[in-house]
Structure formats: C-alpha cells, structure tokens
C-alpha cells in the first residue's frame, strides 16, 4: 500500500464545478449521531477546506434545518471554495418531527428550496439533491421542478439519492443529473450491478454516502461505545442479535489494515476508491464526522493504493453482514 495527503479534484458530472474527490458530510453535526461539538465541528470544516475538500453536504431535514444554519457562516466566508450540497424531499419539521413522509411535488420542491437559500444566506445552491423519490408524483414532474430552479439561477447542478438505475436514467432525459448519491462501501455494495453503471454510462459523478458504514467500519470500539440518544442504536446492523456478527468482520479489517500500517478507516475509504476505478465511475464519498482527528485520517485514504491481494480478501464480506442497510 503506498500513498500521500494530496487530494486530487474531479469535474461534477459533465462539465460541472470542481471538487475534490473526498468531500464532507456534516449531518452529525447537527443531529443523529450523539452529542454534538460546534466548536469542533467548525473547526473541522475550516481544517477540510485548507486539505482540499470542497463539497460539503448537508440536507434540510438534518436538525431540521439547524444544520444549514449551522454551516451558513462558513459557507459565506469562503463562498468561492465551496460547493455546497442540500437536499429536499422529507416533510419533516420542528412541528412534526417523526413526519418522514416524502413530497416530492414542484409546489414543495420551490418552497424548499427558498427555505435552504434563506437559511444557509446565498443566492445559489451548488448542488441540489431530490433525497428521497416519491412515486407519488411522477418523476419527470419534479426532475422539472428541479430544472427551473436552475434556469432561474438558485441551482447550479442536479443530483439524486438513492435511486434505481431506471430513475437515474429517466431523470438525466429531462435534466443532466451531475451526481447521484447512494450507500456504498465495503458492506453495502448493491448499486455496484445496475446503478453505478448507468452513472458512468450518464457521465454522472457517484457520491457514496456512509462509506464507513456508519462508523462501523472504523473499527470495533466503535460500535460498542454508541451513546445516549444515537440514532445507529436502533439500527438494524447494530442491534444486539447482530452487532457480534458485525464486529467479527470488523475485525478482520482491522487486521488487513494492522498488516499494511494504516487504520480500517482508511482500509474501506481506499477500497471504495479501488472499486470506482475497476467500474469506470467518477467518484467523490462523503464520510461524515465532526472531528478533525477523523478528517484528516480520511482524506490520507484517498491517496492510498490497496494491493490486489488486500482488494481480494475484502471482496466477500459483504455478502456475511448481518442485518439490512437504512
């Protein structure tokens, strides 16, 4: 295994802004994930700009909207660094806080997407995302949505998560989609077969969301020191009947990497990178966190090379994970 700290950057989709290959999500600042630092936190965006991250994704739905508040300041600073990402798409609101109900009607999709340029204090979204899709509206109904706020100038570039490989395609007919987010990583792989191929085919930019498996796959210890009020509690990969089985695995990628000097971090951030290459795909993860300590050992994975052999000792694990991915 070999590699430096240089973090390379990559067009968004075709023609699109540059970003570095390794971007930022910053859900947990805000909410989910346990007890939050701001003054951490925002020193870990300061931290990740200087290394070459660029895209910084956040949703209005993460602490319903105190996450975009939380990053307007920043955003602003450095407005002509950052590629700033949000999605719309759940009707959840302080007033309704277990409503996870999607809308993906054009009406809510205007609205919402005044209420993220409000509350993050810009003029133009770099990169706005459909979160979840409703098959309650048609999707070329709200693809259209979509791409008249980008004809009147308050979005830059389109993106979808979490979608099928036929939504992907139907919605790049209407309006060139620049980057489809999705799970992936070393235990999630499905989008490996249909949808990362359509993104290459698309020329779509692939945005791998909890490429750590939500923090599972930094290593054991992890997992067994969740605290009070963290959402990955009531997951189904770490409830009690399967968190052994899990970690179990963990800990052979924790061995893998003990044997080539690094951390499991850094083992699946460089794997989801091999694979991307082996696809053909454009490729820009997001691993969330809110600590600089983490930052920086992630963004060291994006210049690290992983041997065939290590590639092939990883390649069935996820096939033994217990317990859906969410």
Avoid at 36 to 46: G, N, Q, V, Y
Avoid at 151 to 165: D, F, T, Y
Avoid at 185 to 196: A, H, N
Avoid at 216 to 226: D, P, R, S
Wanted: hydrophobic share 45%; with cysteine.
């Amino acid at each position: 295994m070999t590699g430096t700290n240089r973090l390379p950057q990559i067009a968004l989709g075709n023609g699109g802004p540059a970003i570095g290959i390794q971007g930022l999500g910053c859900m947990g600042m805000s909410e989910f994930y346990g007890d939050t630092d701001e003054t951490e936190s925002l020193a870990t965006l300061k931290l990740a700009l200087e290394l070459g991250v660029t895209m910084f994704d956040t949703a209005d739905v993460y602490g319903m909207g105190e996450n975009e508040r939380f990053l307007a300041p920043f955003v602003q600073a450095n407005r002509d660094r950052v590629v700033i990402a949000t999605k719309f798409g759940y009707a959840r609101t302080p007033e309704r806080q277990d409503d996870w109900s999607l809308d993906n009607r054009p009406e809510f999709i205007r609205q919402a997407a005044e209420n993220s340029l409000q509350r993050l204090g810009i003029e133009l979204i770099d990169l706005y995302y459909m979160h979840r899709r409703s098959t309650d509206v048609p999707l070329a109904e709200s693809i259209g949505a979509m791409a008249d706020l980008v004809a009147e100038g308050k979005v830059r570039a389109l993106g979808l998560s979490a979608v099928s490989a036929e939504d992907l395609r139907e919605a790049h007919a209407v309006h060139p989609i620049a980057a489809l987010q999705s799970e992936w990583s070393i235990f999630t792989r499905d989008i490996e077969t249909d949808i990362v191929p359509a993104a290459v085919d698309l020329g779509v930019t692939v945005v791998p969301y909890s490429p750590l498996g939500r923090g599972m796959l930094t290593g054991q210890a992890f997992a067994e020191n969740l605290s009070a009020g963290d959402a990955r509690s009531y997951f189904p990969r770490f409830s009690a009947e399967n968190r052994a089985a899990n970690m179990r695995l963990v800990a052979k990628i924790e061995e893998i990497a003990a044997g080539q000097g690094v951390t499991s971090a850094q083992v699946a951030v460089a794997w989801l990178y091999a694979k991307a290459r082996e696809l053909g795909a454009a490729l820009s993860p997001i691993p969330g966190t809110r600590s600089r300590k983490r930052l920086q050992e992630n963004v060291a994975a994006a210049s690290l090379t992983l041997d065939q052999a290590v590639i092939a000792e990883l390649e069935p694990l996820a096939q033994e994970v217990a317990g859906i991915a969410i």
